[in-house]
């Protein structure tokens, strides 16, 4: 019985954007970094705030409260970036997801989970796999994959990946 309910439950790290708690399945974050130096890409879409250095590599963060239509993130002491891991056929791309805060990583039982209203959402409905109930608060469950995984954004992070594709062009020019 036991193992059957660690079957239908699920870790999720929880975050916030504008008073609202959401969360993403543990399993797509890759780690938490406190906010830093965050390089602005120009021609880029307003979500897309720029990239951050991690361990090297150039990483794409977006700004989750603009992306889904909360308004901008403000930094705080509380202001974290998220990275994620965004699987696109056989490819793995790494994005940083900026959020006003990171709380906690809880399980919530398959049965503590609706799936997302048709009206009424304060965000697109398309990026919501359910909202979860967990002491008494509504958590709003993103689906990283159509969160992150535009075109639009995935092309940044593949630019990002490939330092010589991005910058080749610049190189050349010089």
Do not use: W
Request: proline fraction near 4%; charged fraction near 20%; hydrophobic fraction near 45%.
């Amino acid at each position: 019985m036991a193992e059957t309910n660690r079957q239908q439950s699920r870790r999720y790290l929880t975050l916030t954007l504008g008073g609202e708690f959401f969360a993403i399945e543990i399993h797509m974050v890759r780690e938490i970094l406190d906010f830093t130096e965050i390089t602005r890409i120009p021609q880029t879409p307003a979500y897309m705030r720029g990239v951050v250095n991690v361990r090297g590599s150039a990483v794409p963060v977006v700004d989750l409260g603009v992306k889904l239509g909360l308004g901008e993130v403000v930094h705080t002491i509380h202001t974290r970036i998220v990275i994620v891991e965004i699987r696109h056929g056989d490819t793995v791309s790494l994005m940083g997801a900026l959020a006003d805060s990171v709380k906690e990583v809880l399980e919530l039982d398959a049965a503590s989970i609706a799936p997302p209203p048709s009206l009424g959402a304060a965000v697109e409905v398309a990026c919501l796999d359910g909202i979860g109930r967990h002491e008494g608060r509504f958590i709003l469950l993103l689906n990283v994959d159509r969160v992150f995984g535009t075109s639009e954004v995935l092309d940044i992070a593949r630019a990002m990946a490939d330092p010589a594709a991005a910058f080749g062009d610049a190189q050349s020019a010089a």
